[in-house]
């Protein structure tokens, strides 16, 4: 199986990259843009919130605890790796496909 650009299989889970909009209209999982999936988040981008918005909305969308939702790279930037521990790529293609947004 080829996996999208941003997606990116590893053991323990997967790695996503991702491009963040913040103060966005609404929260939302957009669809690729090159090697990134694009997220908009209503947070500003300030005191983390933007950061801990992107985190809960993945874990919403992908029906698991926030716990398993880690951003490993990207800290202070709009261009970001988030860690997706114990969920299976599958998961992350079916539950993500921009076909279901």
Do not use: F, W
Request: hydrophobic share 45%; net charge positive; aromatic share 0%.
């Amino acid at each position: 199986m080829t996996l999208p650009g941003y997606l990116r299989a590893q053991p323990g889970g997967v790695l996503l990259s991702i491009k963040v909009q913040p103060r966005a209209a609404v929260n939302e999982v957009g669809a690729p843009l090159g090697d990134e999936l694009r997220v908009k988040v209503t947070a500003p981008p300030a005191d983390n919130a933007a950061n801990e918005a992107l985190l809960r909305l993945l874990a919403e969308q992908l029906d698991c605890p926030r716990r398993q939702v880690e951003l490993v790279r990207g800290q202070t930037s709009r261009h970001k790796v988030v860690k997706l521990r114990g969920i299976a790529v599958g998961t992350v293609l079916t539950r993500l496909a921009p076909e279901t947004l």
